[in-house]
C-alpha cells in the first residue's frame, strides 16, 4: 500500500487499464448482443432480409438464400456482390424516374426517404426443373442502421399483385370470348386517335358481325350461339397482327383497330378474314358461317363518333348488298 501511494501516477494508470478494459469487454459483449439481436430478427420473419453497404452484400437471412437458391453467404457473394443484380424495379408510371440505379443507389433512396419501392425478382425453383423460373413481386424498403450499413426489407406482394392484375384483366376483357371490350377498346382508340391528331399515324377500323346469328341461335341454341363467338374471336386473332387491337363491340358484333394501315391494306386484310371465317369448320355447325365487314381509314377532320359512323355505315351498305362481303367508305 505504501508503494501504490509514492507511485500514485502507477495506480492511477492500472485503474484506467482495468477501466479501458472493463469498456470494451462491455463494448464487445454489446456488439454481440446487437448482432445476435439482428441475426435473430431476420430469421423469425418470412420476409427476405438483407444487410448491404453503400455497395455490397453483407449478410442476408436464410429466407433470402433459399429464394436466390444459394446455401452460405458466401456461395451468394461468389456470384453476385450486388443485391440489385437480383432484381429490377417495376416502373407503374413510365414518366417517373428510376430509383434504383447505380452501385450506391441505398444511399439515394435513403437520402430522399423514399420509403417503399416495388421491384420484382425471378425465383429458381431447382426442386423441379433448374430451368424454370417463377416470377415475384416484393415492396423494397431501405432503412439505415449505422453510417455504413442499410437494412434492406422485401416484403412479398405477388399475391396482391396478381390479383390486381386479374381484377383489370377482368374489367377490359370481354367474359365470353376473352378479347377486350369495348370499354377497353374505347381506351385505345383514344389513344390512337391522339397519335393520328399529332403525329399523322395511318390507322384503320374494321367492323363486322356474323350474318344471321339469331338464326345461329334459334336453332341450334345460345351454348352453341356462345362457342361460335368464342371460336371466332380465336379465329381472327390467329389472323391479326401483334400491334393491332380486336374487341367485342356488342352481340355478335366485333372490331378491329389497324395501326399504320391504309383503307385499300385494310380492306385486303377484312377480305383475307371474310374468307377464313367462310371457310372454317365450327363446332356444332353444320353449315358455313360468314361475315360482313365495314372498313374506314381515319382522316385528319375525325373524331370518334365520325369514324365510327362511317364504319357503320359501310357494315350496313355490306348486308344491304346481301352479306358475306367488305364494304369501305
Request: glycine share 4%; proline share 1%; net charge neutral.
Amino acid at each position: 500500500m505504501q508503494w501504490m501511494f509514492e507511485e500514485p501516477w502507477l495506480s492511477l494508470t492500472l485503474g484506467s487499464l482495468l477501466l479501458l478494459v472493463l469498456i470494451v469487454l462491455i463494448a464487445r459483449h454489446c456488439i454481440y448482443r446487437y448482432n445476435y439481436a439482428i441475426d435473430r430478427f431476420m430469421e423469425l420473419t418470412n420476409n427476405i432480409m438483407v444487410i448491404t453497404d453503400k455497395e455490397e452484400i453483407l449478410k442476408v437471412n436464410h429466407t433470402g438464400l433459399n429464394f436466390f437458391g444459394f446455401r452460405t453467404i458466401e456461395e451468394m457473394k461468389q456470384d453476385h456482390k450486388y443485391i440489385a443484380k437480383f432484381f429490377e424495379e417495376v416502373q407503374e408510371n413510365i414518366t417517373e424516374p428510376k430509383v434504383i440505379h447505380g452501385k450506391r443507389w441505398v444511399v439515394d433512396v435513403t437520402q430522399k426517404n423514399i420509403q417503399d419501392i416495388k421491384i420484382k425478382m425471378k425465383q429458381f425453383d431447382y426442386c423441379e426443373d433448374p430451368s424454370s423460373v417463377l416470377e415475384q413481386y416484393f415492396n423494397l424498403r431501405v432503412s439505415r442502421i449505422s453510417p455504413n450499413r442499410y437494412f434492406l426489407t422485401f416484403n412479398n406482394v405477388t399475391g396482391l399483385v396478381r390479383e390486381k392484375v386479374s381484377i383489370q384483366a377482368r374489367a377490359d376483357h370481354d367474359t365470353l370470348t376473352g378479347i377486350y371490350n369495348r370499354l377497353k377498346f374505347n381506351e385505345l382508340f383514344g389513344e390512337m386517335l391522339g397519335r393520328g391528331m399529332h403525329f399523322d399515324e395511318n390507322f384503320s377500323v374494321i367492323l363486322f358481325d356474323i350474318d344471321h346469328f339469331k338464326s345461329i341461335n334459334d336453332e341450334k341454341g345460345h351454348a352453341v350461339g356462345d362457342s361460335v363467338l368464342r371460336e371466332l374471336a380465336r379465329l381472327v386473332k390467329l389472323q391479326m397482327r401483334k400491334n393491332d387491337v380486336l374487341a367485342r363491340w356488342g352481340g355478335e358484333e366485333f372490331v378491329i383497330l389497324s395501326r399504320f394501315t391504309t383503307d385499300v391494306q385494310a380492306k385486303r386484310f377484312a377480305d383475307r378474314l371474310r374468307k377464313e371465317i367462310q371457310n372454317y369448320h365450327f363446332d356444332h355447325m353444320d353449315r358455313a358461317i360468314t361475315c360482313s365487314f365495314g372498313v374506314t381509314q381515319y382522316e385528319s377532320r375525325d373524331d370518334s363518333n365520325t369514324i365510327f359512323e362511317r364504319a357503320d355505315k359501310a357494315l350496313y351498305e355490306a348486308k344491304k348488298q346481301g352479306r358475306n362481303r367488305v364494304i369501305l367508305v
